[in-house]
């Protein structure tokens, strides 16, 4: 009986596996590429050499021990890292082909291209309302029944509507942890980015939070390219199609992609021994 | 001594502390009302002109110096010390300017306000030939308050948390934007309490005024370039140096006056901070 069952699940799975490849046959190629990606805070070199893919309409977990250098990896993906001072980037980062690092590229493009939710739920001071509308009117949109479409279908999208829509002019601070984060996201939805960057966006949460969280990300997976650092193993599991494995080598040493894979076969089979023991937690 | 002892005489101590600083404030307030405040609220104190030889004079023209030397001082120290402080706060990269500016400021913060009178009577009045005038007051009053004005708006600007900046500049907003949208916004509480606190100074300030604005008038000034006689410095006038008969009178109902005006700004200086963190958390729908 096991035996036959086993048989199933096998079939199943090569099934599904050469489905994959066919449908991937198709797309073109990865929607972001980081080629030779190395970043340095000052005199400390943060990551070295970062040779990445982020694949089209897929989430991609970057996971790694604390300090390891993931959320600086992320915040290079939508040049965060410009605001800090003293933060240098060198290699490239290819959106579409483009290299988003290029002197002439614009960066307010970039990031209504590419979004981001952090690792804390940070509403603006406004009401439910404005937070959806502020990405919008930046944009230039003015006409209310628009902003009024916008900020319904966004806040639909981030599965948040039902909850909100009779305190749409209330304060966002009144919210719960978990609804201000995903007015966050409706809030990055508003913007009609491509890419999602999550930095941790659940850390700040709890389990039932994290679950509608994690819930939201399937159903967005449809349509938008993710990417989700997360220190929460069983969370990139549950949640993401490929898993990029960082990691320090010693204290003080740049962060390097160990692995990078599918999450079944990273989390299944890892190629690398230092990723079977953060996996199995014998560290980090 | 036993520890109950010592612990039951620190508790009387710092009662006593409290009570007495309490209590100098309280017996001021009551001295200065108890004198003047019956005066302060009489009609013809109020809205009658001074006499300079006789008795019975008022203070009209001497209130509406003070409030429009009050609001001609804000309206050129506000702009420029908001201007310095969001360029401390948000543009400048931590360097020897900023520390320079900083010195700077703390440099004029320390300074006695005689200094910045005699300062503006010589540039002011004297060197620009703008005399004893309204502006040259209100110029004169706006360099005094510019550093105090300055820290306390870069302070609020500097407690906006950062995620803020961030949420704003992630959804593609440039620096500007995300300054104008976010962060003042944010920020208009502090910096109103400041700005407040800032007034009630400008009312209390005499020795900056009375080289530039000047010390007394019949009429009630109506343009920047009249003469003004601001309430602190005519009560310094009235006592020590003008011929009026009555100045005990005036003396103690400009006093009663001008505290009470003082706790009516501080007063609204609660109000509006108050009013702004409920309009705050319900959410600014400035676009």
Request: with cysteine; net charge neutral; charged share 20%.
């Amino acid at each position: 009986m096991d035996d036959q069952r086993e048989r199933i699940t096998e079939y199943t799975r090569k099934c599904a596996d050469s489905f994959l490849q066919e449908t991937r046959m198709e797309e073109p190629g990865p929607r972001m590429t980081l080629d030779n990606l190395s970043m340095s805070y000052g005199d400390f070199r943060a990551l070295e050499d970062i040779m990445l893919e982020i694949p089209r309409e897929r989430i991609t977990a970057i996971i790694g021990p604390s300090g390891c250098g993931k959320s600086s990896l992320l915040r290079c993906l939508n040049r965060m890292n410009d605001i800090i001072p003293g933060c240098r980037v060198t290699g490239e980062v290819r959106l579409d082909g483009e290299n988003i690092y290029d002197p002439g590229y614009d960066v307010i493009r970039l990031r209504r291209t590419v979004g981001m939710v952090f690792q804390k739920p940070n509403p603006f001071p406004k009401t439910v309302y404005e937070n959806v509308a502020y990405g919008p009117r930046l944009a230039g949109v003015k006409d209310k029944g628009e902003l009024n479409g916008v900020v319904e279908e966004s806040l639909k999208k981030a599965a948040l509507w039902e909850e909100v829509k009779g305190k749409l002019l209330g304060p966002a601070m009144n919210l719960s942890g978990g609804q201000q984060q995903r007015l966050c996201i409706a809030r990055v939805l508003a913007v009609e980015p491509e890419v999602i960057l999550l930095d941790e966006p659940c850390s700040a949460l709890d389990p039932v939070a994290t679950q509608r969280v994690e819930d939201l990300l399937a159903e967005l997976k449809e349509r938008y390219t993710m990417v989700i650092v997360t220190h929460n193993m069983q969370q990139a599991a549950r949640v993401s199609d490929f898993t990029a494995f960082v990691m320090i080598e010693n204290q003080g040493e740049p962060g390097e992609v160990v692995e990078f894979g599918e999450t079944n076969h990273i989390f299944t089979n890892p190629a690398d021994e230092r990723t079977e023991r953060y996996i199995t937690g014998r560290f980090g | 001594m036993k520890p109950k002892t010592a612990d039951r005489l620190a508790t009387i101590a710092f009662w006593l502390l409290g009570g007495i600083t309490v209590g100098v404030l309280l017996f001021i307030i009551l001295q200065i009302f108890g004198r003047g405040i019956l005066t302060a609220l009489n009609p013809r104190f109020l809205l009658g002109k001074p006499e300079a030889m006789k008795e019975g004079g008022g203070v009209l023209p001497m209130i509406v110096s003070t409030l429009y030397l009050t609001g001609l001082t804000l309206a050129i120290s506000l702009p420029v010390s908001l201007g310095a402080a969001v360029f401390l706060s948000e543009y400048a990269r931590e360097g020897r300017l900023t520390n320079a500016i900083r010195f700077c400021v703390d440099s004029l913060a320390s300074l006695p306000s005689i200094v910045f009178g005699l300062f503006g009577m010589t540039l002011f009045v004297i060197y620009f030939g703008w005399v004893y005038s309204l502006i040259a007051g209100a110029f004169t009053c706006a360099i005094l308050n510019l550093p105090t004005l300055m820290r306390s708006s870069e302070e609020s600007l500097r407690s906006v948390p950062g995620t803020y900046r961030e949420a704003s500049l992630s959804l593609g907003a440039t620096k500007w934007t995300t300054v104008r949208q976010v962060v003042l916004p944010s920020a208009t509480p502090g910096i109103l309490a400041g700005t407040m606190l800032t007034i009630g100074r400008i009312i209390g300030e005499s020795a900056a005024i009375v080289y530039t604005a000047g010390l007394f008038v019949r009429n009630i000034p109506t343009s920047p370039m009249d003469t003004a006689a601001p309430l602190a410095g005519y009560i310094w006038y009235a006592q020590t140096e003008a011929l009026i008969p009555d100045f005990r009178r005036v003396v103690d109902g400009g006093a009663a006056l001008l505290l009470l005006l003082v706790l009516l700004v501080n007063f609204a200086a609660r109000r509006i901070g108050r009013y702004y963190q409920r309009k705050k958390m319900a959410g600014g729908a400035d676009g």
